[in-house]
């Protein structure tokens, strides 16, 4: 079963720091390109950071010179550390591929305080 296992989030101040790790089936991983996504109420799910197979990243102005994304192909991982976390970093973030997107997994919750 494809399935995607998101986690590191939980409760910081603004200003704080979280890394999330993300483990994929080899199926899904596979040199592909991955990101994370970030969901908040009454929102679509965005696309915060970008990873090729070869580990070029791309990231929206809202995130840039605060979050980077990294992988370990051996481990079928991708990971997100988040620098200088504020208040509307908070939401469900998610990993996945980009474009044919394998079936989501729970997410990790983000919340940062003001």
């Known amino acids: 079963q494809v399935q995607l296992v998101e986690s590191g989030g939980g409760l910081v101040q603004t200003g704080g720091s979280l890394r999330l790790s993300c483990v994929a089936p080899?199926?899904?991983?596979?040199?592909?390109?991955m990101a994370w996504y970030r969901q908040t109420p009454g929102n679509q799910r965005e696309r915060i950071a970008t990873?090729?197979?070869?580990?070029?990243?791309y990231y929206p102005n809202s995130v840039k010179g605060r979050f980077t994304i990294s992988r370990d192909n051996a481990k079928n991982s991708v990971y997100l550390q988040m620098n200088g976390l504020k208040p509307e970093d908070t939401g469900v973030y998610y990993c996945?591929?980009?474009?044919?997107?394998?079936?989501w997994g729970q997410g990790t919750q983000v919340t940062v305080s003001s």
């Open positions: 996945n591929t980009v474009g044919k997107y394998a079936p």
């Open positions: 990873i090729t197979g070869g580990g070029v990243t």
């Open positions: 080899e199926s899904v991983f596979d040199g592909n390109v």
